[in-house]
């Protein structure tokens, strides 16, 4: 088993930016490509960024482009997922998920990651 911890969350006013990770324990030398995903209020959760294993290969929802930015560390068992120009529309709880597929393909679907963070809750001001 593959255990996911975010990082707290936060509040952060319109423009501002915040840093979130995730930390993986357990079998992580099962885990390949990992994503994040957010849940919006009264929003079904959506997908917001993933990376391969090696980070050749990265994907974002046409709604974070250009302002988020996804990474891992792999020596640190860590992913972040750097936001900037955060606005109020980016409020939510925030999920890191990981999976034994490799590969990019896939990657925005839900029903390919196995395993899953408990979220935190970013929230963003006007």
């Known amino acids: 088993q593959v255990q996911l911890v975010e990082s707290r969350g936060g509040l952060v006013q319109a423009g501002g930016s915040l840093r979130l990770s995730c930390v993986s324990s357990?079998?992580?030398?099962?885990?390949?490509?990992m994503g994040w995903f957010r849940q919006g209020p009264g929003k079904e959760r959506e997908f917001a960024a993933a990376i391969t294993w090696s980070g050749d290969k990265t994907t974002y929802a046409d709604s974070v482009k250009g302002r988020f930015t996804i990474s891992r560390d792999n020596a640190k068992n860590t992913m972040y997922l750097q936001m900037n120009n955060l606005k109020p529309e980016d409020t939510g709880d925030y999920y890191c998920?990981?999976?034994?597929?490799?590969?990019?393909?896939?990657?925005?679907?839900?029903?390919?990651?196995?395993?899953w963070g408990q979220g935190t809750q970013v929230t963003v001001s006007s």
């Open positions: 357990g079998r992580t030398f099962t885990l390949n490509t």
């Open positions: 998920a990981g999976r034994t597929d490799g590969g990019i393909t896939a990657a925005q679907v839900m029903d390919t990651y196995e395993y």
